[in-house]
């Protein structure tokens, strides 16, 4: 790995990019502050002066992480349209896309081990991106009578749940190795049965 310098004296944000890279790479545990400091080209004493250990440095990139994850899924979203079906089933997919796109920060954030509470700004990262789920979940549950319609928040966590075993199985490492169906469609068939099972598709 070269070293990447960093601009305009950004070395917080260098530090935090030079750490997806080894997050990526080698996993949360697998890397030092010293080859951080190394990959970002400055000495492993600069990084103190931003982080006091390499959890909180992982946990400034989960918590970018956490911020890019809440935009993908507010765009996906797209305040409900065209349909309240179309656009929830548009998180979904954005999760995967996510996951693929970003896998530093998808570590950093999901199997690193740092708590989201760890700090108020990771704890509201975290919450922006799970209450986009969960209105999407609110919106299209409307349509379900009311004494069958499960709670928005319970709703949302299984299709997160769901997206999230796609993620881990089929979309990581060697994608597609261990199913005949590409990951976007498992998600699909996956959460088709889950809205039928709910009455909100027909089946067919």
Known sequence: MSKRGYHHGNLRQALVDAA???VRDKGPTGFTLSEAAKLAGVTPAAVYRHFEGREDLIAEAARQGYIIFADVMEFAYNEGRP?????FEATGR???AFAQRHPGHYVAMFESGISVNRTPELAEAASRSSRILEMAAAKLSERIP???R???SMFSAHIWAMSHGVVELFARGTP?????YSPEDLLEAGIGIYLRGLGLIDND
């Open 83 to 87: 349909s309240a079906l179309a656009a």
């Open 146 to 148: 009311a004494d069958r």
């Open 176 to 180: 597609g190795a261990r199913s005949p």
């Open 150 to 152: 499960p709670p928005a």
């Open 20 to 22: 997806l890279e080894l």
């Open 94 to 96: 954005a999760y995967l």
